[in-house]
């Protein structure tokens, strides 16, 4: 690596801002590359790009051309930083780049090649070295254009490039395809636990109960349900601390389990002045708003634990309906339906809780409850552990990946 050359990207590259749409003619219609279309590996997805009206002056400052790189600089998400890149290889055709991005281009096509500095900048942002490039704005992340060109870049001889991107690319391939099993794999165990819910409730014995959720409330088998809407009393950003009451919403729910790692909390005065939305133990917690559909059972030994407004939670009459038994109904195709229809027609991805009361629920005795509870449990747990086992592989090849780009970019492969 001693024959190496050190340089800054802004001296080995040019950097140029993306287009916005037009405003004075003449205006040419070309592809514009979005943040839509980078993948997590690094690849341009052309599925879905868009082809919108410019003006025809700015677009020739901004055509891209075979091997320029595409750098996210502007969106991002939550567990999401910006500065992904995408390699531009489309050797025909009128495209640009939209303004939430930047095109990044070789200055001397013979002291770097383009594959080289793409698979370098893609293994930047796998180390998560832009995450302390960029700031927060309106939920958007931006990238500091200028704390990113004084990146500095190691690089061989042209030749010595070209192997490194090869044998990168051969690994890539493998891992790709290793993962892509995994998927297959993680996929298959959901899809047997739903074929085996899809049998027990359809068609249902015609001698179990279907009724809807209100009249499960007027009978009394469920006692309560209620939803973590708390209108004014909503808490601030502010006023969570780092120990005290527990406060969820459905992004604690994961695999079908209460996730507590992920809670917010609040102090015990401030968690007094919330008086709705609060569940208990044993609860069926179901996600109705932005992610809809997960289903878990509350375990705690907190007293009392808040639900945000993405929640849901149904207090089971354990003498008539059994949680576990709920959870596992909730989870299939004979309750999914109906909330799926009722989101076709709105434009919201919510399902408000006097709607959930119109749903029909199908209850057998509590005895061929207990009968189907241990029936899928045994299943339901099955496939927890190979899920558990995927996204071990998964993460194992994700370390892989990066392993192999750190050896690369240190001289060492």
């Known amino acids: 690596m001693s024959t190496w050359k050190t340089r800054a990207l802004s001296e080995v590259c040019e950097f140029t801002n993306g287009l916005w749409k037009g405003e004075r003619p003449p205006f040419v219609n070309v592809g514009v590359i979005r943040n839509t279309n980078f993948t997590k590996e690094g690849a ?93 704005s309106t939920g958007i992340r931006n990238l500091h254009g200028d704390r990113y060109e004084a990146i500095q870049i190691k690089f061989p001889e042209l030749l010595e490039q070209q192997r490194i991107v090869n044998v990168l690319d051969q690994a890539s391939e493998r891992i790709a395809t290793a993962r892509a099993n995994t998927e297959r794999n993680l996929h298959s165990s959901r899809a047997l636990f739903e074929s085996h819910l899809q049998s027990v409730f359809s068609p249902p014995n015609a001698s179990w109960e279907r009724v809807t959720l209100e009249t499960l409330l007027e009978r009394g088998w469920i006692e309560s349900h209620l939803d973590g809407n708390h209108g004014s009393e909503y808490p601030r950003k502010e006023e969570f601390i780092a120990e005290g009451i527990p406060y969820i919403s459905a992004n604690c729910l994961d695999d079908e389990r209460v996730d507590m790692t992920r809670a917010k909390f609040l102090s015990p005065s401030r968690a007094l002045t919330i008086r709705k939305g609060i569940a208990k133990d044993r609860d069926v917690l179901f996600a109705h708003n932005a992610t809809v559909g997960p289903v878990a059972i509350l375990g705690t030994h907190e007293e009392k634990v808040i639900l945000g407004t993405s929640l849901t939670y149904y207090r089971c009459n354990p003498a008539n309906i059994l949680p576990e038994y709920l959870a596992h109904y909730m989870r299939s195709f004979a309750f999914k339906t ?53 996204q071990q592989k998964a993460m194992a090849l994700e370390a892989l990946k990066k392993s192999l780009f750190h050896q690369a970019f240190m001289g060492e492969l």
Request: contains cysteine; glycine residues 6%; aromatic residues 10%.
């Open 44 to 136: 341009l997805d052309d599925s879905d790009i868009a082809y919108l009206d410019v003006e025809a002056k700015k677009f020739e400052k901004r055509r891209l051309r075979f091997g320029d790189i595409i750098l996210e600089k502007s969106g991002g998400g939550p567990k999401q930083p910006v500065g992904r890149v995408v390699l531009f290889d489309k050797p025909d055709g009128d495209f640009s780049f939209s303004n939430f991005t930047a095109a990044i281009r070789v200055r001397d096509p013979k002291e770097i090649h383009f594959r080289f500095l793409h698979k370098f900048l893609h293994w930047i942002y796998l180390t998560g070295a832009t995450e302390d490039m960029q700031s927060n």
């Open 338 to 390: 109906q909330y799926l229809q009722l989101m076709r027609q709105s434009t919201r991805n919510q399902v408000p809780i006097t709607k959930q009361r119109e749903f029909f629920h199908i209850i057998p005795p509590v005895a061929e409850q207990q009968r189907i509870i241990g029936a899928l449990n045994e299943i339901f747990e099955k496939g927890k552990r190979l899920r558990s086992i995927c």
